[in-house]
């Protein structure tokens, strides 16, 4: 049975640390092994709590009178040294409910207004990112935006670019472009359903 012998935090960041673990394999063996965290500290990982808190929030909104466009974002990324989609995203605040993020954050990276819909609380529950890496957890918001496309509340570190993408782009960006994967399962979703946010609504 693999276990967990040791933690050891690895970096001091604001953002994101790295941790250490001394662990037994599934074949009894020592081993190495390396995750990635929003955690200031080892006691509030996950693995130490065993509590699912999202860190996050995904934004997934439609635009336009007809709701005919997806909200995107074109984002520089360090990882990969060039621009990426992705849906509007951010990190939850302290005493601050996911859905209060999701207004502050699209507000913040795009200047519009997001006007959140009711769904299945099963669709907005926080889902993982990348577990192969990272304990990171992410709860999603769905609704439509209005407003005016601003930059005005970018903080220096965020190269950003908004889309307003209609089907027709939607189609050129799966297929040509660099795609977040969770952003693109969205896409997917809005290309191929007559009503994107069908699918929010549970059949019993």
Do not use: W
Not at 31 to 56: C, H, I
Not at 145 to 157: K, N, T, Y
């Amino acid at each position: 049975m693999e276990k967990i012998k040791k933690i050891s935090k690895v970096t001091d960041n604001p953002f994101v640390n790295l941790y250490n673990l001394d662990v037994v394999n599934r074949k009894g063996k020592d081993s190495k092994y390396y995750v990635a965290s929003r955690t200031k500290n080892a006691a509030d990982l996950e693995m130490q709590t065993k509590r699912q808190t999202p860190n996050g929030v995904i934004i997934y909104s439609l635009y336009g009178e007809k709701r005919d466009k997806v909200v995107l974002i074109r984002q520089y990324r360090y990882a990969i040294d060039n621009y990426i989609y992705e849906l509007p995203a951010g990190l939850i605040d302290a005493g601050e409910d996911f859905h209060e993020t999701a207004i502050r954050e699209l507000r913040e990276e795009t200047g519009l207004i997001l006007h959140p819909i009711n769904a299945d609380p099963m669709y907005e529950r926080p889902y993982y990112t990348t577990i192969g890496m990272t304990d990171e957890c992410c709860g999603t918001v769905y609704g439509y935006a209005d407003g005016e496309i601003s930059s005005d509340m970018l903080e220096d570190s965020e190269d950003i670019e908004v889309v307003l993408a209609d089907r027709q782009e939607v189609r050129r960006i799966l297929r040509e472009e660099r795609v977040a994967i969770v952003c693109s399962y969205m896409l997917m979703h809005f290309l191929h359903d007559e009503e994107p946010f069908a699918f929010l609504r549970e059949k019993r």
